[in-house]
């Protein structure tokens, strides 16, 4: 089964900027739906965005404009690169993939939906 280390994590500055990264164990491209969840601290852990091969993706509201994704293929990994960083955005990431199923924003941001889970990277904003 393939396995997913995420890596990048830390501590920033509010509006500072992070990328984080997911790698996974092996080819994963046209095989999976993908996603970035997070779970700050005392709240449920929420989709932060879904994307598929092409980076078609769909993000939640709250970061819209703020974060992006990208991918390195030759390296099975995947980036979230996050700006404009604010308090609300800390918690920690997971990134998360299910078998594709065309297409991968319905139910991108359900986490049931999801098969195979990294073990998460802390991400801290402060002032």
């Known amino acids: 089964q393939v396995q997913l280390v995420e890596s990048g994590g830390g501590s920033v500055q509010t509006g500072g900027s992070l990328r984080i990264s997911c790698r996974a164990s092996e080819f994963i491209w046209r095989r999976y739906c993908l996603a970035w969840f997070r779970q700050a601290p005392g709240k449920e852990r929420e989709g932060v965005v879904g994307f598929d091969n092409d980076l078609d993706s769909s993000y939640a509201d709250s970061v819209k404009g703020r974060f992006f994704i990208s991918k390195d293929t030759a390296k099975n990994t995947v980036y979230l690169e996050m700006n404009s960083l604010t308090s609300e955005d800390t918690a920690v990431y997971y990134c998360?993939?299910?078998?594709?199923?065309?297409?991968?924003?319905?139910?991108?941001?359900?986490?049931?939906?999801?098969?195979?889970w990294g073990q998460g990277t802390q991400v801290t904003v402060s002032s």
């Open positions: 998360a993939v299910r078998p594709f199923k065309w297409p991968c924003n319905n139910d991108w941001d359900k986490n049931d939906e999801y098969n195979y």
